[in-house]
């Protein structure tokens, strides 16, 4: 898949956990092209001790198949690193706005953490968007009703095809049939 180590970047919600599932078999698959010993892949995820994001990913990595294919990487931190890290941020990002501060001090740790391992990272990073959904764990996953599975549908058919940038018919599927089946389990249950 790549000429460098790489990982996934992991929060435990559907984006991520989307992307992790699709490609971890082809992790595998050029792991055992390159022949000799299998290595996990490396997923990070940041977040403070028992954070929801880090409970989620946890979860994640357990239905991934645990740490026989994940090498998972998690990094904590506390409320002074965030207060520390404060003026870095300001200074990098080149903004006082409150959003992009509070975001970026995370990912900046996540950043650090990845560097340290690999040189590229794939991520998930903004399907939670395409989705109109941002659930916590991907095992309490909840669908309300079939009108969500319609609307994530039309919108994921809908968007723009841009040069470079494209998102494919079978993706769509997948995801649709994700909604479906998470949608049945939940009926069954109740």
Request: hydrophobic share 40%; aromatic share 12%.
């Given at each position: 898949m790549a000429d460098v180590d790489y990982g996934f970047l992991l929060s435990g919600g559907v984006d991520s956990a989307v992307v992790s599932n699709i490609l971890l078999p082809l992790y595998k698959e050029a792991q055992l092209e390159k022949g000799g010993e299998f290595k996990p892949i490396p997923t990070f995820t940041v977040g403070m001790e028992n954070s929801p994001d880090v409970m989620a990913?946890?979860?994640?990595?357990?239905?991934?198949?645990?740490?026989?294919?994940?090498?998972?990487?998690?990094?904590?931190?506390?409320?002074?690193?965030?207060?520390?890290m404060i003026p870095k941020i300001v200074y990098h990002m080149e903004t006082?706005?409150?959003?992009?501060i509070r975001s970026s001090i995370p990912n900046w740790f996540l950043a650090e953490a990845a560097a340290k391992e690999v040189k590229m990272v794939l991520t998930g990073e903004g399907k939670n968007y395409v989705m109109i959904?941002?659930?916590?764990?991907?095992?309490?996953?909840?669908?309300?009703n079939t009108s969500l599975i319609l609307r994530c549908r039309r919108t994921i058919r809908g968007l723009p095809v841009l040069p470079g940038c494209r998102l494919s018919y079978g993706f769509a599927e997948r995801i649709e049939a994700y909604l479906w089946n998470a949608w049945k389990h939940q009926s069954s249950q109740n």
């Open positions: 990913a946890k979860a994640v990595v357990k239905d991934l198949g645990g740490s026989k294919y994940i090498n998972h990487i998690i990094r904590h931190f506390t409320p002074d690193e965030v207060f520390d006082y706005e409150a959003e992009l959904v941002r659930p916590s764990p991907l095992s309490s996953f909840r669908v309300s």
